[in-house]
Every structure is written in structure tokens, then in C-alpha cells.
């Protein structure tokens, strides 16, 4: 059984930064394109930052580029989001993905950013 747990997420003020990390099992994480995805209340999901099988290409959503990373550790099966500067705007659950033939998503986590 496929699981993604996230972790990390929590309340922030503007400008700080938060952690996401998210763990796998029940796959073989090295051969997946992870991603993360938000959705804010009331918004479609968004890609957020996706990275290749081995980490060699990663994308990013355009109001994230140069704030936002993502970064994996196939011997830990975990996928990293570095969020630094962070705007009231980023407000929203953050999901996991994996994708290969078929698509996981984990169970989200809440990241706040306000005052």
C-alpha cells in the first residue's frame, strides 16, 4: 500500500520560512517524479514544484520561482520543499505526489502565513 505522509507545515509570519518534507513508502520511490501541490480555500490545486526521478530537473510555479525549493533523497524516499520569504498568499494545504504510471498524493499540510 502506497503512502505519502507530509510534515512540516504550520503557522508562519510574512517573510519566514518553513520546512515541508514528505515521506514514502510502499513504492519505489527512486523511479516517481515527485511533486507538490497546493490548494488554497476556495482554489483550483496548483502545481507548486516538481523534480525528475534522479533530481536533475526540477520546475517551479512562476509566483514561487526564487522563494521556493524542491529537493529529494532517494535513500531516505523523502522529497524536500524549501519555502523561504513567504507571503500571506502562500496560505494554503500543501500535498505530496507521486507520479509514474499512476498518481499518490498524500493527506496534505496546512501552511499559514499571516501576522
Request: with cysteine.
Given at each position: ?11 508562519v509570519?510574512p517573510?519566514g ?13 527512486r ?7 497546493r490548494?488554497a ?15 536533475g530537473t526540477?520546475?517551479?510555479l512562476?509566483s ?5 525549493t ?11 520543499l ?33 501576522s
Amino acid at each position: 500500500q502506497v503512502q505519502l505522509v507530509e510534515s512540516g507545515g504550520g503557522l508562519v509570519q510574512p517573510g519566514g520560512s518553513l520546512r515541508l518534507s514528505c515521506v514514502a513508502s510502499g513504492l519505489t520511490f527512486r523511479w516517481y517524479m515527485m511533486s507538490w501541490y497546493r490548494q488554497a480555500p476556495g482554489k483550483e490545486r496548483e502545481l507548486v514544484a516538481s523534480i525528475t526521478s534522479t533530481g536533475g530537473t526540477t520546475n517551479y510555479l512562476d509566483s514561487v520561482k526564487g522563494r521556493f525549493t524542491i529537493s529529494r533523497d532517494n535513500a531516505k524516499s523523502t522529497v524536500y520543499l524549501q519555502m523561504n520569504s513567504l507571503k500571506p498568499e502562500d496560505t494554503a494545504v500543501y500535498y505530496c505526489n507521486a507520479y509514474r504510471s499512476a498518481r499518490y498524493w498524500g493527506q496534505g499540510t496546512q501552511v499559514t502565513v499571516s501576522s
